[in-house]
């Protein structure tokens, strides 16, 4: 199959693309969308999947093949002669809807004809259209009774569609901001009299949830205040102009019926900023801190736009009755919200709650003539309610109509008809004792680890390709098996600690391997939008199971490198010989391609205190800070520690150094969270006096520094004092933008050459931080051209890349995008790369050296 935004991708120089598109476009495909007929933000503008499907080749029940496309009324009437299935097909069709009493059941029964989004069973009055059966269309399709059957009625191995021409390159979005949800019903009704392009809602409750992704913080940059709802109105036009002359008495329309208190205009990148807040609607529910979710279950009903407003007003009465605060997003424009109620489905109270919310959820529905599922399809939940929603005679048509497709059912039992109850099968064993699960790591922000599992949701955010950007998941980019996500990664560890019957119940080598491919790259802390954080459960996975299994001699090395690095720099010419050759590596369990990084001639340390007299007698008009010295920095790259040095001092800042302890960033990585324990506390109470706004832990390794920002907030006894170092630890290039943004360094101390400079971002830079300062930082002297390069992970994960086992892997990675990205870059182009590991894979992986910023502004010095 191919995945929609690919799908585009392709198609994009060809001036076309393929209209549905749904929230999860850069995941979702196409045949999924056929099963569901999905629809998504562009369906008031494109229309549905089913509107642009043209043919199906299928595999029918019986293993035969049948293709399902238009025919003529000659070639319908041959279609139902003979013995075959699909013959038996044709001929069902034909004996049930030109039967005029289940005609008028069907016209009397379904949704209203003006709700285009309608997934409710199958779609026999999408075929009454047809000539025979009382339409006006000449010809009959029954591919798009196959659409939206979600697999219940053939195997499809093909998919024929319909592409439309690329939408008008200029468009404007109106954020429209709203006291009430009441009021945006109110001004959804107005807005889609002026020919929209898209017209979603956020909620209240949504844009919460966005305040504490990191990610998607930042696409929130236009919200005002503290709206209550929120209407995203794109307008799409030939040019800029008639697209603001457009906002602009759209505007005006909602102003003079005195809807709105705010209408931010949005363009270009903006667009798909707001854009991918709401998409990431979903996935930011899983936000919501304990047991209590916003449960799927009524997500997607739709009613006729100018009914919106009654709709919702009845709808949170009734949601009120029950002491509920529901969820509202998405589709407005398409007179279709996703409601959630918020449920605790642990509790039995609570999942009785579930069916009748749905039940009541589902007769307003049907008074409105609306359609229970907009898009989503039946599926188990929403199965059960297909009589009410279209007559029971109609669902009896339907039994019919699967018997003869399917009359041993085979294809996806339990959905549309005779279909499971909805509140059984559920993932939590309700009224359960919840396990209590002792951690060396602090849980409490998620109540524990298994709630911080249970965060996901299985939105599937993690399943995203490297062309929709981002990082998240580099396992999966690299080998497209399901074990290797995010999603996949949560939901085994959740099981397990559910279920274990095991005393330790962490001890199962089935969790050590669908951990084992884990870069923690944390990428999912901040990608994710439910904020899953893999790397911290995979480091207390390791540190639990090894206390009851044996560390193999590898991970131990690995893990105390600091101790074997510290005994190699005392001769460290001796040491990289040994190390790089082949029986050293054959010992380690290290890969025979992979190099070894070499050991400094001297340590950052040892330099400070030989050159320390110089430093302090250097002027220091701009304060001081201290110098966090990485293990890495120190015994692998003391020239990158050198340069920060001497570009701190000359540019008027005191730089102290002091014996603190190494970051314990290995530790964690390989699971030895005591020893990171002890690590953190030592550095926290080394620093708790030292740090302060005035003076600031400034740090050059990305992995290293961050640890004060994310895991000793986990690890550290002492939580106020890590807090504080943490909000005033900043990585060397946050450091120097924000000085150069006060005017404490200026451009003017910087060579005025001309170069080329390509960026590739550290994957915990870009998820606990930003690669937004190092582009500042190196765009600082006037003639430097610098571009980011969007390359998600490169793969070495600091020790991974070096296992033999994981080396191949760790190569594709780096070959999936930042590999060919950097071969592509012109030779006197300079890569700039923030991470040790990372700039050691650019040199295996393209034989291209790439430097550290600080090091490239060292030497842009005055």
């Not at 109110?186 to 990191?214: F, Q």
């Not at 307008?235 to 209408?263: F, H, P, Q, R, V």
């Not at 943490?726 to 005017?743: D, G, L, Q, V, Y």
Request: hydrophobic fraction near 35%.
């Amino acid at each position: 199959g191919i995945i929609r935004d690919e799908l585009n991708n392709y198609l994009k120089p060809y001036g076309l693309f393929f209209g549905p598109n749904t929230s999860t476009s850069n995941r979702c495909m196409i045949g999924g969308m056929v099963g569901n007929n999905s629809s998504g933000t562009t369906s008031i503008k494109y229309g549905v999947t089913r509107d642009k499907v043209i043919e199906l080749k299928t595999i029918l029940s019986d293993g035969s093949e049948a293709v399902f496309n238009e025919i003529n009324s000659t070639e319908f009437k041959q279609k139902r002669v003979g013995n075959s299935l699909e013959n038996k097909i044709y001929q069902t069709i034909f004996n049930e809807l030109s039967n005029e009493e289940n005609q008028l059941e069907i016209l009397k029964e379904f949704p209203r004809e003006n709700i285009h989004r309608r997934n409710n069973g199958y779609p026999v009055d999408s075929l009454l259209k047809y000539e025979e059966f009382g339409g006006e269309n000449k010809t009959i399709n029954l591919a798009i009774l196959l659409t939206g059957s979600e697999g219940t009625l053939a195997f499809t191995t093909e998919i024929t569609i319909q592409l439309d021409n690329l939408p008008p390159a200029k468009s404007m979005m109106v954020a429209a901001h709203f006291n009430s949800i009441k009021e945006s019903m109110e001004a959804v009704v107005i807005a889609m009299k002026h020919n929209l392009y898209t017209c979603e809602l956020m909620d209240k409750t949504i844009l919460d949830c966005t305040k504490n992704n990191r990610e998607q913080f930042k696409n929130r940059f236009f919200v005002e205040g503290d709206p209550k709802a929120l209407l995203m109105l794109e307008i799409c036009t030939n040019s800029d102009d008639e697209s603001n002359k457009l906002a602009n008495i759209l505007i005006a329309d909602l102003e003079e019926n005195k809807l709105g208190y705010a209408y931010p205009k949005l363009i270009g990148s903006e667009i798909n900023q707001a854009l991918e807040l709401r998409k990431a609607g979903l996935g930011l529910l899983g936000n919501i801190v304990g047991d209590d979710k916003a449960v799927a279950c009524i997500e997607d009903t739709a009613v006729e736009v100018n009914d919106l407003p009654n709709y919702i007003s009845e709808f949170s009465k009734m949601m009120e009755d029950f002491g509920q605060e529901a969820v509202y997003y998405a589709h407005a424009g398409a007179g279709e919200l996703h409601l959630r109620p918020i449920l605790n489905l642990k509790k039995k109270k609570d999942v009785v709650l579930f069916r009748e919310i749905t039940t009541k959820t589902a007769k307003l529905v049907k008074k409105y003539g609306g359609s229970f599922s907009g898009e989503h399809g039946d599926g188990i939940v929403r199965a059960e309610f297909i009589p009410l929603m279209i007559g029971e005679k109609n669902y009896e048509l339907l039994k019919r109509i699967k018997h003869t497709f399917d009359p041993n059912t085979i294809f996806n039992k339990g959905k549309i008809v005779n279909p499971f109850p909805m509140d059984e099968s559920l993932r939590y064993e309700i009224n359960r004792e919840e396990p209590e699960i002792e951690t060396i790591q602090d849980f409490s922000d998620s109540l524990g680890i298994l709630r911080a599992a249970e965060k996901c949701n299985g939105s599937g955010d993690c399943r995203k390709l490297p062309e929709a950007g981002g990082t998240m998941c580099p396992s999966y980019r690299a080998t497209r098996n399901e074990k290797d996500t995010t999603r996949a990664r949560a939901n085994a560890l959740r099981e397990f600690l559910t279920n274990s019957t095991e005393e330790n119940k962490f001890n199962h080598k089935e969790l050590y391997d669908v951990f084992d491919l884990c870069l923690s790259c944390k990428a999912c802390a901040s990608e994710c939008p439910s904020n899953v954080d893999v790397a911290a459960l995979k480091a207390e996975f390791l540190y639990q199971y090894y206390k009851v299994n044996n560390v193999p001699f590898r991970t131990r090395m690995f893990a105390n490198n600091v101790k074997w690095n510290k005994l190699g720099s005392l001769t460290p010419t001796f040491t990289n010989l040994v190390l790089n050759t082949k029986i050293t590596k054959r010992i380690m369990g290290i890969a025979p391609k992979r190099s070894i990084p070499k050991l400094a001639k001297t340590t950052v340390f040892k330099w400070y205190r030989k050159n320390k007299k110089r430093l302090l007698s250097q002027p220091n008009n701009y304060g001081e800070i201290y110098l966090f010295v990485d293990e890495f920095t120190n015994y692998y790259d003391a020239n990158i520690g050198i340069d920060t040095i001497e570009l701190l001092t000359k540019l008027g800042y005191k730089v102290n150094i002091t014996q603190h302890e190494e970051s314990g960033r290995s530790f964690i990585s390989k699971g030895f969270l005591d020893k990171a324990k002890e690590i953190a506390n030592f550095n926290v109470n080394l620093f708790k006096d030292l740090i302060r706004k005035e003076i600031p832990l400034i740090g050059i390794e990305p992995s290293a520094i961050l640890t004060f920002r994310d895991e000793y907030l986990r690890l550290a006894d002492d939580k106020i004092s890590a807090k504080k170092i943490a909000e005033n630890t900043f990585t060397i290039e946050e450091f120097i933008k924000k000085e150069f943004e006060k005017n404490n360094i200026l451009a003017s101390s910087f060579s005025a050459q001309e170069k080329t400079l390509k960026i590739h971002g550290h994957c915990q830079q870009k998820s606990i931080s930003s690669i937004e300062p190092t582009f500042k930082m190196l765009s600082i002297p006037i003639n430097y051209s610098v571009t980011i390069i969007n390359s998600g992970c490169c793969g070495m994960a600091g020790s991974f890349g070096y296992e033999k086992e994981h080396y191949e892997l760790s190569m594709q990675v780096g070959e999936d995008t930042l590999f060919p990205k950097i071969r592509n870059t012109n030779i006197d182009t300079i890569i700039a790369a923030p991470g040790t590991s990372c700039r050691h894979q650019i040199k295996d992986g393209t034989n291209r050296n790439s430097e550290h910023p600080v090091s490239i502004l060292r030497k842009a010095l005055i």
